[in-house]
């Protein structure tokens, strides 16, 4: 069921469900506010026909006759019965009536009153003391009227509850078709994206309602579909480009070896070689792994000495860095200990310093490296900073995408994985990482760990 047809028959179901209550209520009220009506246009005729009867030995016989002539219509013998003390009827003509028992005339003594409707008429009795005896007088009206009455409210109320039910199925079709529209639109936009359209976001309705949230929802939710994709295929071009080259290099080293017997060293320089690109494709791998697993690994945090990081990256990357007319100093201006303990995954800290500290020297230009520890305002900060080739400002927005790599890279060999994988840890430990450069004068690389508590 479609959620237009779903919104008529709830809005059709509850304007009939409330429209019925509502008549009900008010039928209910009209029967009974009818019924006490009629009742006391009895107990006034009752009143007339005790004066009439049995005041006639005390009313001057003008004024009797007077009565007689304005309330002959009410007073009709065969509808009025006077009973005396005996139960036995003494004035009036509704004789042997069946439905004035007993104990109505019992109760009316008791109470001074009865009333009750019986056989398609109304009774009403009253109790009235007189100097002849103490008597009880009964009128009874036939109910056809009242009868009527209720009947004519019933088809009314039935005709406008059809009526209104039609109107309000409608009107709820009219009204859906308007408030579904741009869900409707929503839908159609969707079935209509492709492979090659699914980056493409849906107009905004401006309606600040739901199905502007929606919109929302599924544009983020898409342009993150987009960017999966986008991710996918720069990883199959950047594996069929950076396996390509240490794959030939390892196959063709073999083709050329396989030709003619070699001596020792030949052997020797061949193997190392081969070993030297699988572990560059293994390094590889192995980083492309650690970068879909790293939401796994938050239950591995510990505390951890960040200078002693440092430290640890400047003996592996120093011999490293000297072997590029560089070398890397370290500067520590941090008074408050407390700030060098940092809760995280040692092995991911370390992979990312080590990755920012190893690019500085690959693009450093034989000028040294400067790692500075300093605080601020209770936040520890670590500023890399080199004086090489720097990066454009084009480069500087998408360097931190994997696999990208800058325009001036050259012949620096590289995988436009280790600052993406940085990115990636530094953001899952909460680190903000910041990157300024400017083209021939250095880059400095700013990580801002979160304040201690």
Do not use: C
Request: proline fraction near 2%; glycine fraction near 4%.
């Amino acid at each position: 069921m479609t959620l237009r047809n779903r919104f008529t028959i709830i809005s059709s179901l509850s304007f009939g469900i409330v429209t019925i209550i509502t008549f009900a209520v008010v039928f209910f009220v009209y029967y009974d506010s009818t019924k006490i009506s009629y009742f006391e246009r009895l107990r006034n005729t009752a009143l007339i026909s005790a004066i009439y009867y049995l005041e006639q030995d005390e009313l001057p016989k003008s004024r009797h006759a007077q009565i007689k002539t304005e309330y002959n219509h009410l007073i009709e013998n065969k509808k009025v019965a006077v009973y005396n003390k005996y139960n036995e009827v003494t004035f009036g003509q509704n004789l042997n009536d069946a439905n004035i028992k007993a104990m109505h005339l019992k109760t009316a003594r008791n109470n001074k009153v009865v009333q009750f409707m019986s056989d398609n008429n109304f009774y009403y009795g009253i109790f009235y003391p007189d100097n002849q005896g103490d008597f009880v007088v009964f009128v009874k009206s036939p109910n056809d009227s009242f009868k009527s009455q209720m009947v004519r409210l019933s088809i009314i109320m039935l005709a406008v509850l059809i009526l209104g039910l039609l109107v309000i199925y409608f009107l709820s079709r009219y009204l859906s078709k308007i408030v579904y529209k741009p869900l409707s639109n929503v839908v159609k936009r969707i079935n209509d994206v492709d492979y090659t359209t699914i980056s493409n976001a849906i107009t905004s309705t401006n309606t600040h309602d739901e199905i502007e949230d929606l919109i929302k929802s599924y544009n983020k939710l898409f342009g993150r579909i987009s960017e999966s994709i986008l991710l996918q295929q720069n990883f199959i071009n950047y594996v069929s480009h950076e396996f390509k080259t240490p794959l030939a290099a390892i196959s063709g080293n073999l083709e050329v070896f396989a030709q003619k017997d070699r001596s020792p060293e030949e052997y020797r320089k061949v193997v190392n070689e081969s070993l030297e690109n699988v572990y560059e494709i293994e390094s590889i791998l192995n980083n492309l792994l650690l970068m879909s697993g790293l939401a796994k690994l938050e239950k591995s945090h510990q505390q951890v000495r960040i200078d002693e990081l440092i430290w640890k990256i400047y003996e592996k990357l120093n011999p490293k860095a000297q072997d590029n007319n560089s070398s890397i100093k370290i500067n520590l201006q941090v008074s408050t200990s407390e700030l060098l303990e940092f809760p995280g995954n040692e092995t991911l800290l370390y992979l990312a310093l080590y990755n920012i500290v190893e690019n500085a020297i690959k693009y450093s230009h034989n000028h040294p490296i400067e790692i500075v520890l300093l605080e601020k305002d209770k936040h520890l900060v670590i500023e890399i900073k080199d004086q090489g080739r720097g990066i454009s400002s084009d480069d500087l927005e998408k360097i931190t995408e994997t696999f990208y790599r800058g325009k001036n890279v050259d012949q620096v060999k590289g995988s436009g994985i280790g600052l993406s994988l940085s990115k990636s840890i530094f953001d899952h430990h909460h680190i903000q990482m910041k990157i300024e450069s400017l083209i021939d004068a250095g880059t400095q690389v700013i990580l801002t760990f979160p304040a201690i508590k």
